[in-house]
T-cell receptor, first 114, second 112 residues
Framework: DAGVIQSPRHEVTEMGQEVTLRCKPI?????LFWYRQTMMRGLELLIY????????DSGMPEDRFSAKMPNASFSTLKIQPSEPRDSAVYFC????????????FGEGSRLTVL | EDQVTQSPEALRLQEGESSSLNCSYT??????LFWYRQDPGKGPEFLFT???AGEEKEKERLKATLTKKESFLHITAPKPEDSATYLC?????????????FGSGTRLSIRP
């Protein structure tokens, strides 16, 4: 298995632009988590899905952020409009239903908003 | 609200010098406490799951222990390749669909 695949690996954009981050989970993993990592705040949980259904989005900073999981093979995290304070590494991680806590992380998407 | 606090923020050791990292947690109904390792530019990599107080897990030079309020990651005779950020995370009740939250991590540096 190729593991969790995220794209793009790096994105540089200007303030006000729309950003879309993508994640392909490991086949058969039924839970998907989006995290954001910064030096100041560490690894923050933004939203997670179980069987493609959003369970808890209380970590999403504001209405500019949205996430979808249209099927078991794909998820997106969208920021519109982007702001400099959104600059961070965004990780997608997945979990097999039977495995407590063993998250498999992607390589992350490093976002820089100028 | 579930919370995870790790200390120290950073730790520098000489090769062979053993030490421990601390993870204090507050969670409603602990389903599991987890340790991860993160190398620069990479996503975190799973190390251990601990389920109940008194449990211990070992892997090479690492041993994780759990009490009702905290967990320790003991590093015995570390080597430079053990240098990384170590993250602690918890998952609360009620099910495997519960969220997993992380502490801010301890950056460990081992000098040759």
């Amino acid at each position: 298995d190729a593991g969790v695949i995220q794209s793009p690996r790096h994105e540089v954009t200007e303030m006000g632009q729309e950003v879309t981050l993508r994640c392909k989970p490991i086949s058969g993993h039924n839970s998907l988590f989006w995290y954001r990592q910064t030096m100041m705040r560490g690894l923050e949980l933004l939203i997670y899905f179980n069987n493609n259904v959003p369970i808890d989005d209380s970590g999403m900073p504001e209405d500019r952020f949205s996430a979808k999981m249209p099927n078991a093979s794909f998820s997106t995290l969208k920021i519109q409009p982007s702001e400099p304070r959104d600059s961070a590494v965004y990780f997608c991680a997945t979990l097999a239903g039977s495995a407590r806590g063993e998250l498999f992380f992607g390589e992350g998407s490093r976002l820089t908003v100028l | 609200e579930d919370q995870v606090t790790q200390s120290p923020e950073a730790l520098r050791l000489q090769e062979g010098e053993s030490s421990s990292l601390n993870c204090s947690y507050t969670v409603s109904g602990l389903r599991g406490l987890f340790w991860y390792r993160q190398d620069p530019g990479k996503g975190p990599e799973f190390l251990f799951t601990l389920y109940s107080a008194g449990e211990e897990k070992e892997k090479e030079r690492l041993k994780a222990t759990l009490t009702k309020k905290e967990s320790f990651l003991h590093i015995t005779a570390p080597k430079p390749e053990d240098s990384a950020t170590y993250l602690c995370a918890v998952q609360g009740a009620p099910s495997s669909a519960s969220k997993i939250i992380f502490g801010s991590g301890t950056r460990l540096s081992i000098r040759p």
